[in-house]
């Protein structure tokens, strides 16, 4: 067999979905991160621009045998407007690991990268393996990464809640009328965390790719005085991404029923059948004024009231030493732990940014 690397295309779009469908992630329900139908609306979310790096394999013109892509992204760092690249997506096809595949899909991205460029990228928890050896090829270090977060991921468990809202503050949904004074608190509050995406409430309003799925009225706001002291929106992204379980270890199988009873009366998380997909909704765009914790509070609040009915969790990150990390861990929730890392071609970045704390949005990951 001959491997090659190209740019992959749209017309890969076949064999990248037969590629991530073989990609399960071990565990009691094994669980396959899909991109269906077509792995380019989801690739339009991550970035504004990416590049797909893809391997063939010459004796199999049917499939792939890896990917990867960087992403392209205007993100707050140090409070400023940066564009960072995001590198996400690797994935190796089980029957081709350990070839240098991944290693060599690394090298074809170098060549749109220079030495200056921002890289971040997440791993689950003491996943670094894979990572410290890529960066290794046979001719030396490739690129050099940094470690500099933890995120803690909730998936809170919906019920029927009557939001707890703090005196003199109300909470609804908004409408279009409402976006200058989006996008003036957007301004003003964004800055304040590295990572920030810098988002145009006018596009997500008018329909742009990058915010595909998301409308105005997805977005709750809290208010005091008429003005805006907090916003998020719940983000339905089941038209271009799904969380899908592919198997469960036997014991899990036979338990399914009676744990979903369970769940049914105490609130978590239901599994479905194989081939069925988790039913939760990413919190989004998540901007508190002054990090006020019972605002956030009321604000999750609200929208498991409302549009989170119609989920089993809402899932929410945030990163350790964020004046917000308690919140979420108020709730009945499933947790999930990540890495986040600074990865760079040439220069430590690290200098370049300073110390507020980092923000990462679920929902373009
Ligand atoms: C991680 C992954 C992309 C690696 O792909 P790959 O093509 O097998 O990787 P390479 O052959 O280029 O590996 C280069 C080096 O990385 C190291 N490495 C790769 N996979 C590893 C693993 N699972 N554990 C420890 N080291 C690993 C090895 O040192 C390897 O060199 P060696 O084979 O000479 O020892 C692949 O296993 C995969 O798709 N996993 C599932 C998806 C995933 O977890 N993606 C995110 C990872 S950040």
Redesign the pocket.
């Known amino acids: 067999m001959a491997i090659t690397i190209r740019i992959g295309t749209p017309a890969d779009n076949a064999k990248i979905q037969d590629l991530v469908t073989k990609?399960t992630m071990p565990g009691p329900a094994q669980m396959c991160f899909q991109r269906n139908p077509d792995f380019f609306v989801g690739a339009k979310v991550i970035g504004d621009e990416f590049v797909l790096t893809v391997a063939d394999d010459d004796e199999r013109p049917d499939v792939l045998a890896?990917l990867t892509v960087i992403s392209g992204r205007e993100l707050y760092i140090s409070g400023q407007k940066r564009r960072v690249y995001y590198s996400g997506d690797?994935?190796?096809d089980p029957y081709y690991?350990?070839?240098?595949?991944?290693?060599n899909l690394f090298v074809e991205q170098k060549k749109h990268r220079s030495t200056t460029d921002l890289l971040q990228g997440i791993?689950l928890k003491e996943?670094t393996?894979?990572?410290d050896?890529?960066a290794k090829t046979a001719d030396g270090v490739l690129f050099q990464y940094w470690i500099s977060h933890s995120i803690e991921t909730s998936f809170i468990f919906t019920r029927k809640i009557t939001p707890r809202i703090p005196a003199g503050v109300t909470i609804r949904a908004a409408s279009a009328s409402d976006i200058p004074a989006m996008q003036a608190f957007f301004d003003r509050e964004a800055p304040r965390r590295n990572g920030y995406p810098v988002y145009d409430m006018q596009k997500m309003a008018a329909g742009d790719p990058y915010y595909n799925g998301l409308k105005v009225e997805d977005y709750a706001l809290a208010l005091r005085g008429g003005q805006i002291v907090g916003m998020l929106a719940g983000w339905n992204q089941k038209a271009y991404k799904q969380t899908r379980i592919v198997g469960f270890k036997p014991a899990i199988k036979l338990l399914r029923p009676l744990y979903n009873l369970y769940v049914g009366i105490a609130g978590g998380f239901k599994l479905p059948p194989v081939g069925g997909m988790l039913n939760y909704l990413s919190l989004y765009n998540i901007l508190i004024a002054q990090d006020d914790k019972a605002v956030f509070q009321g604000l999750i609040d609200w929208v498991m009231a409302h549009q989170g009915q119609k989920y089993d969790a809402l899932a929410v990150g945030i990163t350790h030493g964020d004046p917000l990390e308690e919140v979420p861990r108020g709730y009945k929730r499933q947790k999930l732990f990540s890495s986040h890392f600074w990865l760079s071609y040439g220069e430590d970045p690290r200098p370049g940014i300073d110390n507020r704390p980092l923000y990462v949005e679920l929902g373009r990951l």
């Open positions: 990609i890896g690797t994935r190796v690991r350990r070839r240098g595949i991944a290693s791993v996943n393996a894979p990572l050896a890529a």
